[in-house]
């Protein structure tokens, strides 16, 4: 299957600041990535679908302008989440596709902690 | 609407035993992709198995089986001979090539191995 890094694998930030989130598709050109949040215990959650070179598509009730997301090369979306808040901690993970059969390939996730 | 049912929450087996995790799964479309995934302890998502919903032979790759009826929307998953190291977090997905356009996961079944 596809190679999808992630970058932090963790971080902690204080309450009011950014983190930007790095996924990058590392064999294989990404026309489209996906971005997704976990909360503990709980299944994954699509947030937004990234496009190269045009506006990533948000599902309902996610806040496009706290968390943004830039798709500006076939190997590299970032998410940033904006100001973030103790309600934003949770485990932010990407995938690259659809390939083949409709796969999404999964980077190994980003543990957001913010105090 | 697509929906995926996975009604296992925790699923508890000593090692060497038999066990079935069961996926229920719900949509209009005739044309879908059925997955599943592991999630270990580490929290990146391993791509175990796709099925497109025109094939509904059963697949073996090693200790691992798939069991795809189309007449009772199931797609469950049996592990043979389980082992310490399958313990991890399993999710069912479904992709519909219709409307959706989205991969809907269930909500997960954790399974823990005992030695």
């Known amino acids: 299957g596809a190679v999808v890094s992630q970058h932090p694998s963790r971080v902690i930030c204080k309450s009011g600041t950014s983190v930007k989130i790095e996924c990058r598709s590392l064999?294989?050109?990404?026309?489209?990535m996906f971005w997704y949040r976990q909360f503990p215990k709980q299944s994954l959650m699509l947030m937004a679908t990234?496009?190269?070179?045009?506006?990533?598509?948000?599902e309902q009730g996610v806040e496009k302008d706290k968390f943004l997301i830039n798709h500006a090369s076939l190997t590299l979306s970032t998410l940033t989440v904006t100001s973030a808040h103790p309600e934003d901690s949770s485990f932010y993970i990407c995938?690259?596709?659809?390939?083949?059969?409709?796969?999404?390939?999964f980077g190994p996730g980003t543990r957001l902690l913010v105090l | 609407a697509q929906k995926v049912t996975q009604a296992q929450t925790e699923i508890s087996v000593v090692e060497k035993e038999d066990v079935t995790l069961d996926c229920v799964y719900e949509?209009?479309?005739?044309?879908?992709?059925l997955f599943w995934y592991k999630q270990p302890p580490s929290g990146e998502l391993v791509f175990l198995i796709r099925?497109?919903?025109?094939?509904?032979q059963n697949e073996i790759s090693g200790r691992y089986s798939w069991n795809f009826q189309k007449s009772t929307s199931s797609f469950n998953f049996t592990i043979t001979a389980s082992q310490v190291v399958d313990s991890a977090v399993y999710f069912c997905?479904?992709?519909?090539?219709?409307?959706?356009?989205?991969?809907?996961f269930g909500s997960g079944t954790q399974l823990t191995v005992l030695p």
């Open positions: 995938s690259q596709g659809p390939g083949q059969g409709e796969t999404q390939y």
């Open positions: 064999d294989f050109q990404a026309t489209t």
């Open positions: 990234s496009n190269e070179g045009s506006k990533a598509t948000y």
């Open positions: 949509t209009r479309d005739t044309t879908y992709y």
């Open positions: 099925r497109n919903s025109f094939d509904e």
């Open positions: 997905a479904l992709y519909s090539s219709g409307s959706a356009r989205q991969l809907t």
